[in-house]
């Protein structure tokens, strides 16, 4: 790799750290079709790399996220169980997938997300008192007003469902797995989005950890491309984290939803084999 | 569905702020020394690499047996990137296991294991590299073929 490869690799690699960290995602949303457009970087190649570069986000964001208490711990562990699964089963579906097929299938997934988070009320978190049957309860920042609110964890048969879904795209993908975790977590267990959001970020590095060591181990993690991915990422991670925390939870809906989108359109294009 | 358990916000404020201090603790040190690594890898490269043609060197140059301290920085710190998950959840499960909160240990323990079934995965079940080159599964650009 040249100087001038390195630089633009840094480059990108800052703006989707940043991004990610700021939406819970990750950055492999945009590293992965950077690398690959902008590149020429082969396919197995540039997931595994940004799988390396999820870890980073994740782990950079959620340092700041845990000592906050923004990241249910508890929560984050209980849905490791199976995002970690599906993480591994998609490594091993991954070298078997064309690629037309894994981006039809991804846009889709895509846009089904960002519709359901833009026609969702910004809060829609279960109150502790109202969720009897709550598996897990906790507590976060009020958006309004100061103090804290709390909230119930529901629906975590589904959770554990939609885990299992994120943890295969991961792996296939290279993106982290709050693409899927943040809408469910919002969406369907009653969790607040700052929280959600945090709690998949410290989640995703599990994910990554396990989708990444299969791809070590098979040999498709290039370090002279990997190392300045993940380098890039955890700069710009840093810098994203800081500005979530001073954003309030239905700009950054919005702005989940339009990444989504624009993911979805890229993949869609991919697809067609255009 | 099992009653409604203590979130990670709930409980005795110390002893929540011991686990959110650890794992932040945890994470940190591993952010921090895989970034310094890094670093020093890309640095490295920035200053060495010349020509178009001129390209990061494997580990370990096959006819001198030198050691190229670039790509060791870079495989170093990719390492511990990757080791630092997994020492979160080793950080996780020894303070629920030593908080008498077994429930909680054993789904750490359980997510360390397939961790670890991964490595397995990689080795055995994943296509590798060669093979996929071999069989054309692979597309290499010019680009990546010139850096060999």
Redo the contacts between chains.
Sequence with gaps: ???P???VI?AISLVAGAIGAMLGLGGGIILVPALIFL???????AVAASV?SV??T???A??AY??D?H?????G??L??TT??G??TG??V???LSDRFVAALFAAMLVLASLSLVRRPADTSTP?TA?G????????AAEHGGG?ARY??VR?REGLAGGLLAGIISAILGVGGGLVMVPIMVVRMGVPMRVAIATSALMI??T??????????????N??L???C??GV?VGARAGARLAQRTRSLVLRRAFACVLLYTAYTMARRAAGL | ??P???????GPPSA?AD???A??LA??I??GA??VL??I??AA??IT?GA?T???PALVDPVTGAVHWP?AF??G??LV??A???V??LV?FVWYWRSRERL?AW??A??LA??L???W???R??????E?LQTG????????VR?R
Excluded: K, N
């Design positions: 790799m040249t100087a490869d390195l630089g840094l590149q020429d970087v082969p396919r197995t190649e390396v870890i980073a994740s782990s950079a959620a340092i845990v000592r208490h990241a249910d711990i508890r929560l562990l209980v490791e169980t970690a699964v993480a591994v490594a091993i991954a070298g078997y502790a969720a049957a709550a598996f897990l309860e906790g507590s976060c804290r119930g964890v975590l590095g599990v990554a950890v396990a989708t990444a060591i299969p791809y070590y181990a098979a040999g498709h993690v370090p002279h990997a190392a300045p993940a380098l955890l | 569905m099992a409604a358990a203590q979130g990670s916000h709930c929540r686990l959110h201090a794992v932040s994470l940190g591993g952010v895989s970034f890094l670093t890898a890309v490269a920035l690499s178009p001129d390209r990061w790509v870079s495989l710190g990719l990137l990757m630092t998950p997994i979160r959840l996780v909680y789904i750490a359980g997510v397939v961790v079934a991964s490595v995965v990689g080795l079940a994943m296509p590798r590299r060669e996929r599964a692979v597309h290499v650009s010019a680009t990546m850096s």
